[in-house]
């Protein structure tokens, strides 16, 4: 059985998908896990492979979600986009990072919110 906080993640999760999906994105993986990581979403926009990150807050009380996307997560999330990129042998094709912030009830997409980061 799945907590509270569990609960409102699958929800969140949930809402950015579908929202995606009415922006037109085309989902092609969840929850893609790797050794150094988790990517919440892998989607296409057009030709360009997205990689997202889903950001939900129950209140205002830590400022907006998208801040919680850290240097050292942004280093997780590059390391494992190159590994599925790697694996699916989709090294030449374009990508980015995308973030889908949720708060009450408000969900905002902030495209190319990072670059690849490592080191």
Known sequence: MLNADQQFGRKSESAALSHLQE???EIVGQNYRTRGGEIDIIAKDGEVIVF??????RSERYGSPKWGITPAKQ???????L??????RLMNSRARFDVVSIQQGKIEIIKNA??????
């Open 23 to 25: 922006k037109g994105y």
């Open 52 to 57: 997202i990150e889903v950001k939900a807050r």
């Open 75 to 81: 280093r997780k999330l590059s390391m494992a986009a």
């Open 83 to 88: 590994y599925y990129l790697k694996e699916k």
């Open 114 to 119: 990072f670059d690849l980061a490592y080191g």
